[in-house]
Structure formats: structure tokens, C-alpha cells
């Protein structure tokens, strides 16, 4: 965990970890355990971990096309790092908006994924509903 590694040097390296924190900050208030993870270069496995199933890239960048685009990609490949089972998803800042209206993209075989174990969980929850009867 990473909580505060001291001053950046690097102003984009600074822009992004201004960024992390903000999204770790947001879904702590909101009851997610949520935390940074230290780098471990080019063998990244996210930014932000405590967010299960799920493995979080930031991103922050002036062009949102490409940090759309990279965010989304970069996850992929670190949620794999992590485990087959984790399921990457990118937070995106927005321009002028807060930690509230970051983006948080996956892809479309993410998505149904997710959908996918939602159903199940139902199934189970309703399963172990009859039981208790």
C-alpha cells in the first residue's frame, strides 16, 4: 500500500497520483476498501487493488481519447497479472470534474462478465432464500 510515498518530482507523474488518490479517496467514503499499490514497473498489476473483483488502472491525461484508450488496455493486462479471475476496469478523469464524474470503463466482455456472476449470485441468494423457508 501506498498511501503516501512523499513529494513527485515529475509534474504528469504528480498529475497521476493526485488523480489515484482522489479515486481511492471517493470510494473509501463511500465504504469500498480501496487502496493504492506501489509500481513495480513494467510488471504493473494496477493502481488500485481493494476494489474486488476488479483491478483499477488511473488515468489522467489532457487527451481523453487516449487515456481512454490506454486506461482501458493497461487494465486488461494488469487485471490479468493479478489473477484469471480479476476484471479490469480504468478510471478515466474527466476534464474540470470531480473524483464523482471520473469515468470508470471496461469492455463490452467485462461488462457481460459482470452481468454474468451478478445473475449468478441472484440465483445463489434466491437459492439460500428457499432453503431458509
Keep these: 500500500m501506498r498511501e503516501d ?3 513527485v518530482s515529475n509534474p504528469a507523474k504528480a498529475k497521476g497520483t493526485a488523480h489515484e488518490t ?17 509500481q513495480t514497473g513494467a510488471l504493473d498489476v494496477g493502481d488500485v487493488h481493494g476494489i474486488d473483483p476488479f483491478v483499477g488502472q488511473a488515468k489522467n491525461y ?36 470531480s473524483a464523482a464524474d471520473v469515468y470508470a470503463v471496461m469492455p463490452l466482455a ?24
Design 22 to 38: 482522489a479515486v481511492v479517496r471517493y470510494l473509501n467514503e463511500r465504504g469500498i476498501p480501496a487502496r493504492r499499490v506501489a
Design 62 to 97: 489532457r487527451d481523453l481519447p487516449t487515456a481512454l484508450r490506454e486506461g482501458v488496455d493497461g487494465a486488461v493486462v494488469q487485471a490479468k497479472r493479478v489473477s484469471a479471475d480479476a476484471l479490469p476496469v480504468a478510471f478515466v478523469k474527466r476534464p474540470r470534474k
Design 110 to 133: 467485462t461488462f457481460s462478465e459482470v452481468l454474468l456472476r451478478l445473475e449468478v449470485a441472484a440465483e445463489d441468494a434466491q437459492r439460500l432464500a428457499q432453503l431458509e423457508k
Design 5 to 7: 510515498l512523499g513529494p
